[in-house]
């Protein structure tokens, strides 16, 4: 029986025979039971004497546990609400005798509560909890964290949860998580979820539909277990070699979230969020075209079915046959030189969406779309607007995001603005305009007759995010290109020259396997990882195709982990990040608007000859390892030296009693950060 039932069960016992009238209340809380009282005989209402509960209740004690999940039982609302039921309702038990067990039942439910929230150690404030069927409903939008317990996963769980994000951290080894997180406090309102003994690389024990309940992303940041053996020599600790960790563990994890994690959509969801198919619904428009300002250009907007047929000086018999409307009429550039239409003040709600989608059928111009916000109504000319190509004469759908909306006064760029908030967004406005921004001219523009055609009206889009990040390791491609290339290996940078257990082949096996699961993914190539923080912070910069080195600090790679979760532009695409190495870049730290931008500025893997890079090379066996004297002619080499220098001089001072820069006498999780490109 769990600890919550032993603790229900001594609140209240009959003096008599000592038995428990709350024996099976347990049940009712952990197991779906019905909770009956057990000696009708005895009672009456005098003789129910709760016992009082002197002490806090203590958390669980972590050696109660059935096989990897460590069992608690804070209790449901729902299911307190069933007791209390129950015991209002029983003809046995009724008036101060209920009023008695119910008070002591309260105490015992919230003394649980707040032992339940902690692990023994931990401070109030982080609130851990272990995996638990009997709530469903508490674990919602979940990151499933692989290496949670190692230096980066410890990290990135933390940078999770203080974003707002629920965390289940995983851990091979018993009592790691335990280990890693006590003492820690929580920085934000997400809740911590900590799943013990989760093996990687046991397929079978992956496939577990209670741990991937509530996951709807899922953080990879596993690699090799090396260290001290117990006969004192190093080596792979409980065999987990990076073949076993990088290459069949990542693809463990591969299959199990492609099973039960839904498929990729490959188009945005996109939602209506202002019909325009009838004249009704034209109502809130109004025209704003140059006259305002004594220019001469003119438009119309009505719907394509009063249009239908129409015969006019545009157009000859234009036939319409879609739902929707049309906007058109004529650009003078003479005083002016724009058209305009905008909506009265509206009651939106735009913070769920990702963007504007439009499905438009042109006339090869460039236009724009206008959003107002509550703060800018009473402010002239101040809005934000996106611009969007079109085709002559062909239908294209158009995806606006948040980030492309740049916010300008007078047709000129506002540095001073604060970013588009979708929330605050009551009006919204189509504008053709021979400006582009700050005076620039629109190069697409076209004075005379214009048309655009618009169906069913304004959408909302909501873009996938990556629900499988990886973090690897830079000079893995560059590795499987080298291939069995023994002379182009010789040339290129220690880490590929010295490839330590083929870490590097391994590595990359499992990106290709995130890369092939199906699911949207994004896979962050780390470069050397370092804890010095001297001349910090860096700016971080990204590129594509493996062709740079240098350094990043854990917790710089964790805030980019959540800021790609978050982030659409990050789907399907592999990027090598790193400090940026220029002189201005130091003492300056990255906002999340500038980690988005790293994305922003990459190109999905499908798409990388677009910008001259070819496509992603086939996994390759490792090559056979260095001889011994080669080993060491690769270790002379003065960048690792300046390394391994730098390596002593952290470990040095972070550790003053000589242990391991991760705190474990030397020995390295496979839970960790990926540690291999420190050589680069």
Same mark, same amino acid.
């Given at each position: 029986m769990c600890r919550f039932g032993k603790e229900v069960m001594r609140l209240a016992l009959c003096p008599r025979c000592s038995t428990n009238l709350l024996a099976r209340a347990c049940c009712r809380l952990c197991s779906g039971g019905v909770m009956q009282s057990t000696c009708p005989q005895h009672i009456q209402a005098s003789l129910l004497r709760?016992?009082?509960?002197?002490?806090?209740?203590?958390?669980?004690?972590?050696?109660?546990?059935?096989s990897r999940r460590v069992y608690r039982c804070p209790p449901s609302a729902l299911a307190v609400q069933d007791i209390v039921d129950t015991i209002q309702s029983s003809p046995v038990i009724s008036g101060a005798a209920a009023t008695t067990v119910i008070g002591a039942l309260?105490?015992?439910?919230?003394?649980?509560?707040?032992?339940?929230?902690?692990?023994?150690?931990?401070?109030?404030?982080?609130?851990?909890?272990?995996?638990?069927?009997?709530?469903?409903?508490?674990?919602?939008?979940?990151?499933?964290?692989?290496?949670?317990?190692?230096?980066?996963?410890?990290?990135?769980?933390?940078?999770?949860?203080?974003? @707002?994000?629920?965390?289940? *951290?995983?851990?091979? +080894?018993?009592?790691?998580?335990? $280990?890693? /997180?006590?003492? !820690?406090k929580a920085k934000g309102p997400g809740r911590l979820y900590l799943e013990n003994g989760v093996d990687i690389t046991d397929s079978a024990a992956l496939m577990s539909k209670e741990l991937w309940q509530g996951i709807s992303q899922v953080v990879t940041t596993v690699g090799p277990a090396f260290g001290r053996q117990p006969d004192g020599g190093m080596g792979y600790i409980d065999n987990m070699t990076?073949?076993?960790?990088?290459?069949? @563990?990542?693809?463990?994890? *591969?299959?199990?979230? +492609?099973?039960?994690?839904?498929? $990729?959509? /490959?188009?945005? !969801?996109?939602?209506?969020?202002?019909?325009?198919?009838?004249?009704?619904?034209?109502?809130?428009w109004e025209k704003l075209d140059d006259t305002i300002m004594g220019g001469k250009s003119g438009s119309y907007l009505q719907t394509a079915e009063d249009l239908h047929g129409f015969q006019g000086d545009y157009k000859d018999k234009q036939s319409y046959e879609f739902e929707g409307s049309v906007w058109r009429g004529e650009t003078i550039t003479d005083g002016g030189g724009f058209c305009g239409a905008r909506t009265q003040m509206l009651d939106l709600n735009l913070q769920r969406?990702?963007?504007?989608?439009?499905?438009?059928?042109?006339?090869?111009?460039?236009?724009?779309?206008?959003?107002?916000?509550?703060?800018?109504?009473?402010?002239?000319?101040?809005?934000?607007?996106?611009?969007?190509?079109?085709?002559?004469?062909?239908?294209?759908?158009?995806?606006?995001?948040?980030?492309?909306?740049?916010?300008?006064?007078?047709?000129?760029?506002?540095?001073?603005?604060?970013?588009?908030?979708?929330?605050?967004?009551?009006?919204?406005?189509?504008?053709?305009?021979?400006?582009?921004?700050?005076?620039?001219?629109?190069?697409?523009?076209?004075?005379?007759?214009?048309?655009?055609?618009?169906?069913?009206?304004?959408?909302?889009?909501?873009?996938?995010?990556?629900?499988?990040?990886?973090?690897?390791?830079a000079a893995v491609e560059r590795n499987a290109i080298i291939g069995d290339d023994l002379e182009a290996r010789k040339k290129d940078i220690p880490i590929v020259q010295l490839n330590p257990g083929g870490t590097l082949n391994h590595k990359y096996t499992g990106e290709t396997a995130v890369r092939g699961s199906g699911l949207p993914y994004s896979v962050?190539?780390?470069?050397?990882?370092?804890?010095?923080?001297?001349?910090?912070?860096?700016?971080?910069?990204?590129?594509?195709?493996?062709?740079?080195s240098g350094n990043i600090s854990r917790h710089e790679l964790a805030r980019l982990v959540v800021t790609a979760l978050s982030t659409p532009e990050a789907a399907g695409k592999t990027i090598e990040v790193r400090r940026?190495?220029?002189?201005?870049?130091?003492?300056?730290?990255?906002?999340?608007?500038?980690?988005?931008?790293?994305?922003?500025?990459?190109?999905?893997?499908?798409?990388?000859?677009?910008?001259?890079?070819?496509?992603?090379?086939?996994?390759?066996?490792p090559p056979p390892p260095p001889t011994e004297e080669r080993t060491k002619e690769i270790l002379s080499d003065d960048r690792v030296q300046a390394v391994q220098s730098r390596e002593r001089k952290?470990?040095?001072?972070?550790?003053?009693?000589?242990?391991?820069?991760?705190?474990?006498?030397?020995?390295?999780?496979?839970d960790a950060a990926p540690e291999v490109p420190r050589l680069q």
């Open positions: 709760p016992v009082p509960i002197t002490q806090p209740f203590r958390p669980l004690s972590h050696s109660v546990r059935s309260a105490a015992a439910l919230w003394g649980l509560s707040q032992a339940s929230s902690m692990t023994e150690g931990s401070q109030p404030g982080l609130e851990v909890q272990s995996f638990q069927s009997a709530q469903p409903t508490s674990r919602k939008d979940a990151v499933l964290v692989f290496g949670a317990s190692g230096r980066l996963g410890t990290q990135v769980v933390a940078e999770l949860i203080g974003a @707002g994000r629920h965390v289940v *951290a995983t851990s091979h +080894k018993a009592d790691k998580l335990e $280990q890693a /997180f006590a003492g !820690e990076s073949e076993r960790v990088d290459a069949e @563990g990542i693809s463990n994890i *591969a299959k199990a979230a +492609k099973h039960f994690l839904s498929a $990729q959509r /490959f188009q945005p !969801e996109v939602e209506q969020v202002l019909s325009m198919r009838t004249a009704a619904d034209l109502e809130v969406f990702d963007g504007i989608s439009l499905r438009v059928k042109g006339d090869g111009q460039t236009y724009k779309f206008n959003l107002k916000t509550a703060d800018q109504m009473n402010v002239p000319e101040s809005t934000y607007q996106a611009q969007y190509d079109t085709i002559d004469g062909e239908w294209t759908t158009v995806y606006m995001p948040w980030h492309e909306f740049v916010p300008v006064t007078r047709a000129q760029y506002d540095s001073k603005a604060k970013p588009l908030d979708p929330a605050q967004v009551k009006q919204i406005g189509l504008v053709l305009s021979r400006f582009h921004y700050n005076s620039l001219p629109n190069q697409r523009f076209k004075p005379g007759n214009f048309e655009l055609q618009i169906a069913d009206g304004i959408a909302g889009f909501k873009s996938e995010r990556p629900r499988l990040l990886m973090v690897s390791s962050l190539r780390s470069t050397g990882i370092t804890d010095k923080t001297e001349g910090g912070p860096f700016l971080l910069e990204a590129q594509q195709g493996d062709a740079i940026s190495e220029a002189a201005d870049a130091r003492g300056m730290s990255d906002s999340t608007a500038q980690l988005q931008r790293l994305f922003y500025s990459s190109t999905q893997d499908r798409s990388r000859a677009q910008i001259g890079l070819p496509p992603m090379p086939k996994p390759v066996p952290e470990r040095s001072n972070s550790n003053g009693n000589g242990a391991s820069s991760n705190g474990s006498q030397g020995k390295q999780s496979s």
